[in-house]
């Protein structure tokens, strides 16, 4: 079975510029987590999507969304690129909402660096 | 808010038990959970444990849980190089519409020949 991929792997971009980054759950997973890990902050919550809809959003700005595809893949966008947006951003998924009975699973993550 | 300390290094001789400490402060925490994650890597889920329960052990893994402390651990007995990583413990409710985990800040474990 195929783990959580995520596209693209390493990313570089300017400040002001904007990103989309890509997740494909696990085949029969619903939900999917994004979660931004920097070395000062460890690693935050950003949102969480179930069946398209967004169920729960991080303390994050506006200028990060997401979405879900009816195939339940995700991504999400970072609009006007700050140098503090670099990390290494995670997107987890699994088969019911994250939290309670949902194990989830990490994919490797897309390094965005901001310069 | 919800709230999840480790301690950030911990150094292990080979072949010795590694024990890796988490404080948590959300008393509605129904999972409690462990990941690993190694260099350049997402994290793995290792295990979890139900708040209902003190002890989970799943081979070279033993969780223990302190509810009334809030203190989860991790053993890990005969520690192998391979175990070098930075351990996560996570917490999550089932309170609708708060379904998410909050991470503590990662335990490296060094693993001394």
């Known amino acids: 079975k195929a783990g959580v991929t995520q596209t693209p792997r390493y990313l570089i971009k300017t400040r002001g510029q904007q990103v989309t980054l890509s997740c494909s759950p696990i085949?029969?997973?619903?939900?999917v987590s994004w979660y931004q890990q920097t070395p000062g902050q460890g690693l935050q919550f950003l949102f969480e999507y179930f069946s398209e809809t967004q169920r729960n959003k991080g303390n994050f700005p506006g200028r990060f969304s997401g979405r879900q595809f009816s195939n339940s893949r995700s991504e999400m966008n970072v609009s006007t690129l700050e140098l503090g947006d670099s990390a290494l951003y995670l997107c987890a998924s699994s088969l019911v909402p994250a939290g309670g009975l949902g194990e989830q699973y990490f994919g490797p993550g897309t390094r965005l660096t901001v310069t | 808010g919800e709230d999840v300390e480790q301690s950030l290094f911990l150094s292990v001789r080979e072949g010795d038990s590694s024990v890796i400490n988490c404080t948590y402060t959300?008393?509605?925490?129904?999972?409690l959970y462990w990941y690993k994650q190694e260099p350049g890597a997402g994290l793995q889920l290792l295990t979890y444990i139900f708040s209902n329960m003190d002890m989970k052990q799943d081979q070279r893994l033993t969780v223990l849980l302190n509810k009334k402390d809030k203190h989860l651990s991790l053993r890990i007995a005969d520690t192998q190089t391979g175990d070098s990583a930075i351990y996560f413990c996570?917490?999550?409710?089932?309170?609708?519409?708060?379904?998410?985990?909050?991470f503590g800040t990662g335990t490296r474990l060094t693993i001394i020949p």
């Open positions: 085949s029969g997973h619903r939900s």
């Open positions: 959300d008393s509605s925490s129904t999972y």
């Open positions: 996570a917490e999550s409710g089932t309170n609708f519409g708060n379904e998410k985990l909050t």
